[in-house]
């Protein structure tokens, strides 16, 4: 099937073809007027409860819920609807200065329970300056977020719609109370028939010219600090009371370079069953150790070490402790808070009191991504393993008799904790002079030890593009390639590319200094050009397993046939017409064409790794081995993120007036919790991408590695591709393979059964009798090879399986 010149041979893109088809035809086929009329009084039958209420002063929660069975996410006609009846409602009924909104499903999932989230960013109901924007802008938004989703969730069942309203006035506002009645649909069909308003919104600028300070290159620096500073390693213990956890542990080591951490070193511990003559219940008794275990840190720590000694880790922060200590100190209004939130993931607090620093709190799993018991194997074994408590089967009533047991588990966290950053402390200052406590993601770390040791920016200047530039090449950046081919096969062979990207890396020329735009391409030899091309691209029909990617209106990636327009690397384009791709390059930015500036990088690591490995040395083995592959990702990271703010009521309104505003709550009487949007849209002025960020060589790397994996994807025999690895029924020449050598191949596994369903979906027999599972989703640790084999059967087939998360954040 071919839908606007392109031929999808994704099975997941013909669906979608199908129900944008039918959303074309549906809508041709009769006026929005007549559709919307009959989804409307669909909808009045179909509704359970309408009602509303105050979350805060100048936030309102507005929901209506609905009658099984209930509406599908596809059914965008009257779902829009719904949305529209809310702020008919709650929202125009309001007299403010300052109006926005977000909207949002309560809605059944196959792989989980009730899910309610957000559709997309805030959509303004008023511009800055206070105006209404037209109605059938409004409509219009809401219907494509519908319509969105509806991509996304198909037949996902709807429970109940919901929208938050965020306002600004003077005054105390009481929403009135509006009976249903009162909404005539024939107002709303007159404003959704009505002609498109094209206006724009005003742009309100500050008057204040600030300087950019974001770099133009990345330059080599020098290392600064003389030796390494002191850290603390910290643990909470919790236990579920009511679905929510309640500490009734806490710990701490102090670490400083040099201690030798098999003597028993001084791990303080705090536990609430202490507490029980003073406190009769779990909850005072919690908040106590928590005090004391704060109190302590600021008091008899802080004060007594050197005011270099100011950063604590605990494994797994970001997704867990963090958010209890979070809460703790936004409750008490002595101290001021500070955190570093990107995408929902917390990177860092900072507790200050008054102007100055306490402590900060940061995540070891940022610098060192594993378990803490896998990564005590491989760092310190000599501290012994980590241990295991029954957590699903502790109750406050059974804590006391097992305190000896949980305060052991406690300490044995903590000392592994304190070992496995020791180790990466001394490793990293002894071979690169970089104390790890200057940074806070690994990515980070190893682009530290590029610019100090290896990077020379007068030979290969690496340009940071502009937000114009980042935006055109960023469209040219897909990843890897995952595919299915046969859904089974016995007596397979699976094979894994030794180090991928850190082989391109080492092998490839790279795109060098500063990019040059050309807007006309059509008459220039393709293989002239070295850059990023936008493209007009025909794939033939009789190439099997196409080659170039493309990302459809949904952001899904696919290989298609067909015609199509894209934006690519130019060795990629040069590498498709040599396999029968027709290619006419329209404009584009180019680079100058050097050997890598990563050649001595990834040699010297690579080296050393396998130095390591010859030795039995498995922690640094470990460590150059997430070096090595975490560089090439930090200069692709993605400049638009979403931002998490903690802030007092004065800037919550300043955010929320912003464009990029996408939601809040009320976290205490004193601070706010916002979501926006950074780089979103504005002028290079307002451009604030991460620092050291060069898109072009992310998109290269990637780009090259699908050359390198093509001729082996393309086989006949393959059966499944992700990223660096195949499946092949078949084994590869002896020319090909290396368990050590960069960029060839290893066999990992002898397939005496393969099952491949989708995309990171399979199920492999291998030797020994060992089964292989891998699936993505809530209930992947219930998945079976039984199941597999059924799926494979009837692809039609669902089973409904209870799960359920006690470490899920909300």
Known sequence: MVLNGICLRSSNATDKERRVLYYSQQ???????????????????????????????????????????????????????????????????????????????????????????????????????GSSIPKKRIYDMIEQLVMLYGEQYQEAMVKAVFIRIYYESKEKLIPKSIELPNINIEDILNVIDSEIDSGKLPDVKSLISVKSRTPIKVTTIKGVRPECYPFIVADLETILVNNVHVPYAAGYLVVKSGDDLTSKPSIHTFFSEDHIPF????EERSERILHDFFYNLEVSVLNIYSTRLR????????????????????????????????????????????????????????????????????????????????HEDLKVSNLQVSREELINYLRQDILLLGGVMLKAQEVNWSKYHIDIEEVMTLS?????????HYLDDKTFPIHIPTQNQDTFIRRAYYGGHVDVYKPYGENLYY??????????????????????????????????????????????????????????????????????????????????RDLGYEIIPLRGYLFEKKS???????????????????????????????????????FGMNPESTVTEICDQKRYEELMKKDTFQSAEKLTDHYYIVNYITNFSGSDDDWKPPRMSA???????????????????????????????????????????????????????????????????????????????????PAKDLVTSEWFVRQLADLSQTEKIPTGANFRID
């Open 444 to 452: 980070s770390l190893s682009l530290k030890i590029f610019r100090m």
């Open 695 to 777: 898109v072009q060589l992310s998109a290269a790397i990637t780009a090259c590695a699908r050359i390198h994996m093509y001729p082996h994807i393309s086989r006949p025999d393959c059966y499944y591709t992700d990223t660096d690895s195949i499946v092949l029924g078949s084994p590869l020449p002896e020319d090909q393979i290396s368990s050590s050598e960069l960029g060839k191949f290893k066999l990992e596994h002898q397939v005496h059964r393969g099952i491949f369903l989708a995309p990171k979906s399979y199920m492999l027999e291998i030797e020994d009798e060992r089964d292989i599972i891998k699936h993505r989703g």
């Open 495 to 576: 094979y894994d590319v030794n180090s991928l990207y850190p082989y391109i890396m080492k092998s490839y020329p790279m795109p060098c200094g500063v990019p040059v735009w050309r807007n006309n391409l059509e008459s220039v030899e393709l293989d002239s050009l070295f850059g990023f091309i936008e493209a007009y691209v025909v794939c033939p029909t009789n190439i099997s397993r196409p080659f170039l990617p493309y990302k459809d209106q949904y952001g899904t990636l696919i290989f298609p046939t067909g015609k199509f327009i894209g934006v690519f690397y130019s060795e990629e384009l040069k590498f498709a």
């Open 596 to 634: 890598s500036p990563f050649e001595s990088f990834i040699s010297h690591l690579y080296e050393s790794r396998l130095d390591a490995k010859k030795r039995g040395d498995e922690a640094m083995t470990f460590i150059y081995k997430i070096l090595m592959n975490s560089l090439y990702g930090r």
């Open 27 to 129: 809508r041709c086929s009769t006026s929005s007027a007549e559709t919307y009329n009959g989804s409307w009084y669909n909808l009045q039958s179909n509704i359970s409860s309408v009602g509303s209420k105050t979350v805060y002063p100048g936030s309102i929660y507005a929901s209506t819920s609905f009658k099984e069975p209930y509406y599908r996410a596809i059914d965008f006609e009257v779902l829009t609807l719904a949305f529209i009846q809310l702020i008919e409602m709650y929202a125009y009924n309001l007299e403010c200065d300052y109006l926005k909104i977000t909207i949002g499903y309560t809605m059944i999932l196959p792989s989980s329970s009730d899910l309610s989230f957000t559709l997309g960013k805030a959509i303004p109901l008023c511009d800055p300056l």
């Open 311 to 390: 950063t604590i880790y605990f494994h797994n922060f970001s997704r867990f402790d963090g958010i209890i200590i979070l809460r703790y100190f936004a409750d008490r209004h002595k101290y001021k808070i500070r955190t570093l939130f990107r995408n929902h993931k917390l990177y860092e607090l900072k507790i200050y009191l008054g102007d100055k620093l306490l402590f900060r709190f940061r995540d070891s799993c940022t610098l060192l991504p594993s378990s803490l018991a896998t990564l005590g194997k491989t760092l310190c074994p000599e501290l012994g393993s980590k241990g295991s408590i029954p």
């Open 279 to 282: 406190y009769h219940t779990f």
